[in-house]
């Protein structure tokens, strides 16, 4: 038997198996990354919720162009559906290019749903907001999200600097909110409105909670919380959750 024979009987079965064996391409694939990037855990494989045909239509319908954020709009949907069990509007701080208000929107059963933010960036980080950020990161045309959620007569975007047009919903109940603003200063404007204004079993999702770019973020809502029975739940998503219990 040639040399070459040799190589391809002793080699073949193990090639073969990484060539189709998802699990052992994973398993290389999670060891590169481990190598290049050692901050970053990848996931266990086979979850339910990315091969759930409806979320993926849904995603496709989006125009969403990141799959890294696809998690966190799946956690939006399953607690936007959950707040329907109970009466009011929905609201978003922090819209950007309107990705989670259309998910929020398309899974809300045609409630009110009112977004706001400045479009242009962020405002300027302050003590508690490390040097991730600076001012006027962010910024987007307000076009882009206006287009993205034309489909929905029932969505209002409000553009304005958060809190200054709080205001004109001020009479409002609110079944689920997403606080999205990054930063000390609009995360805490953003809990002292809302919050109050959330029925029993509302939901309020803060997606930068647990990330270590938004520091001030998650100090603004650990201490708005510290005098409330509500716990935020810390999700492995970095989004913190918030469900408002009866007084």
């Known amino acids: 038997m040639s040399r070459r024979h040799l190589w391809q009987r002793r080699f073949r079965h193990p090639i073969r198996r990484v060539l189709l064996d998802p699990d052992v391409r994973y398993g290389l694939i999670e060891r590169v990354v481990k190598a290049f990037l050692p901050e970053v855990v990848l996931g266990e494989r086979k979850k339910a919720w990315n091969a759930d045909e409806e979320f993926l239509r849904q995603v496709e319908r989006s125009g969403a162009v990141s799959t890294r954020q696809l998690e966190r709009y799946w956690v939006v949907c399953q607690y936007v559906k959950q707040s329907l069990a109970a009466e009011g509007l929905t609201a978003e701080c922090g819209v950007y290019l309107g990705v989670t208000s259309w998910f929020i929107c398309e899974n809300s ?72 603003v990054d930063l000390y200063r609009p995360t805490l404007d953003s809990l002292e409105f809302f919050y109050p204004r959330l029925v029993p079993g509302g939901v309020i999702v803060l997606d930068d909670y647990g990330f270590v770019t938004c520091p001030g973020a998650r100090k603004a809502a650990d201490g708005y919380m510290a005098s409330r029975q509500e716990m935020i739940l810390h999700l492995p998503t970095g989004q913190g959750v918030i469900v408002r219990q009866p007084a």
């Not at 749903?113 to 990161?137: A, E, I, N, R, V």
């Open 109 to 180: 059963d045609g409630r009110q749903h009112f977004g706001f933010d400045s479009f242009s960036g962020l405002s300027k980080p302050g003590s508690h907001d490390g040097d991730y950020w600076t001012l006027g990161d962010l910024s987007v045309a307000a076009s882009i999200a206006t287009g993205r959620l034309a489909r929905f007569p029932n969505a209002t975007l409000l553009d304005g600097w958060i809190p200054d047009r709080f205001a004109e919903v001020s009479d409002q109940s609110f079944s689920f909110v997403h606080i999205d």
